[in-house]
């Protein structure tokens, strides 16, 4: 998932400009609509988790990011239809962070902090390859339109492997942190 989300948020200066015709002061403008949308993503992450479980929030929010993201090339006029997608990607991006950190603190509790800093370890690499994948794509494509399609690619094999997680978890026996349900 990482890695497709920084396929296209390492080039998303150039999308702007490029794809959907941002002037430089638009571009500074929608990086804060960005930024605030990803504050609000992750209190919407937050609350999401308490009301209606990892498994749900973490299926809900893959497949809103790789929609929005598959739909962001082909709605890019007007442009603010194209920033409306960058911003339910940016939310959904977002809301995926509570959700599951919480799901790998659900799955063990007793080695949570070594659970949560090899994940991180792994959300920096994903972050390193996306941007070398959106980097071969701008070299060989002379464009930064496909970069969302791409991201949507990754987003979708993250679902698979998220779907994967959720039917062969294991149980944990700690009161208070019983694992969701499946949707």
């Known amino acids: 998932m990482n890695t497709g989300n920084s396929v296209l948020l390492t080039y ?18 929608m ?13 919407l992450g937050g609350y999401g988790v308490d009301r209606w479980g990892t498994v749900r929030l973490l299926t809900g929010s893959l497949l ?27 939310v959904s991006l977002f809301m995926y962070a509570p959700a599951l950190q919480t799901y790998f603190i659900q799955q063990a509790p ?17 972050i390193a390859l996306g941007a070398g994948i959106g980097g071969v794509v701008v070299d060989k494509a002379s464009t930064v339109l496909y970069h969302p399609w791409i991201a949507s690619g990754l987003a979708l ?10 039917a062969s978890r294991k149980r944990p026996a700690v009161s208070g942190l019983k694992p969701e349900s499946s949707p």
């Open 31 to 43: 990086m804060l609509a960005l930024g605030v949308s990803g504050i609000v993503g992750s209190r």
């Open 157 to 166: 094999l993250g679902l698979v492997a998220a779907l994967y997680s959720f």
């Open 110 to 126: 007793a080695s949570s902090n070594a659970v949560l800093s090899v994940n991180l370890s792994v959300i920096h690499l994903g």
């Open 64 to 90: 809103a990011l790789a929609v929005s993201l598959a739909m962001l090339p082909l709605t890019v006029s007007p442009a603010v239809v194209g920033a409306a997608w960058m911003v339910v990607w940016m």
């Open 12 to 29: 998303v200066a150039p999308f702007l400009q490029q794809v959907l015709h941002f002037a430089v002061s638009g571009v500074g403008f």
